[in-house]
């Protein structure tokens, strides 16, 4: 069975430009999580999706906004990309529907994107 | 609100020996608490989880770590660690029951497996 897939790898963009960042969650999951891990500031939660809606943000600027396609798989975009917004983007998906840990539903993560704003 | 704080930021270590990984919580309400792990150019793995119950919790590759609620203590112990253990460890908590939405990581912690 597939894990969390992320497209591109890599992605190198000037700054003031947009990016955007896709995500396919396991067959069956479907909330997708996004985190940034930048340098320095270690792991921090974005967004959550769930069926399509956005259930929860993280303490980041308007510029990073995101969507759920029917299939469940995600969107991250980043506008007026910054040079501090260089980091690995991690997406993770869960059975859990609202986002409810419970035993046996875990958040399984993919292997990322690395975003470097030049 | 939560934070974790791992103590050490790179723990270096000879194979075969013993490794403890610490973490420490602070948080007003209880927590569900997690070790991940990261291999290099790749996502978050996760080793092992406390909801509720026993305090010694086992997880994949033989790490453990046992939760301690007077010390808000959450630290990850291998007895035994292989070249193939060098990897960033986080620890991370999540007040129940809002879940993964509301995952807060420590800085990690690198761990060095040297022959």
């Known amino acids: 069975e597939a894990g969390v897939t992320q497209s591109p790898t890599h992605l190198i963009k000037t700054r003031g430009q947009q990016a955007t960042l896709r995500c396919s969650p396991i067959?069956?999951?479907?909330?997708v999580y996004w985190y940034q891990q930048a340098l320095g500031l270690g792991l921090q939660f974005l967004l959550w999706?769930?069926?399509?809606?956005?259930?929860n943000r993280g303490n980041f600027p308007p510029r990073f906004s995101g969507r759920q396609f029917p299939n469940y798989s995600s969107e991250l975009n980043v506008n007026a990309l910054e040079l501090e917004d260089s980091a690995l983007y991690l997406c993770?998906?869960?059975?859990?529907?609202?986002?409810?840990?419970?035993?046996?539903?875990?958040?399984?993560f993919g292997q990322g994107t690395r975003l470097t704003v030049v | 609100a939560q934070s974790v704080t791992q103590l050490d930021s790179q723990v270096p270590v000879f194979e075969e020996a013993p490794v403890e990984l610490r973490c420490n919580y602070s948080?007003?309400?209880?927590?569900?608490l997690f070790w991940y792990v990261q291999y290099p150019n790749q996502g978050l793995q996760l080793l092992l989880k406390?909801?509720?119950?026993?305090?010694l919790v086992k997880g994949i590759n033989g790490f453990e770590a046992e939760f301690n609620k007077s010390q808000t203590s959450f630290h990850l112990r291998k007895p035994s660690v292989h070249i193939s253990d060098t990897a960033e460890y986080f620890c991370?908590?999540?007040?129940?029951?809002?879940?993964?939405?509301?995952?807060?990581f420590g800085k990690g912690t690198m761990l060095l497996v040297s022959p």
């Open positions: 993770a998906s869960s059975l859990a529907g609202f986002g409810h840990i419970r035993i046996g539903t875990e958040a399984f």
């Open positions: 067959s069956g999951h479907t909330s």
């Open positions: 999706y769930d069926e399509g809606e956005e259930r």
């Open positions: 948080s007003s309400v209880s927590v569900y």
């Open positions: 406390y909801l509720s119950g026993s305090t």
């Open positions: 991370a908590v999540s007040p129940p029951p809002s879940g993964y939405s509301t995952l807060t």
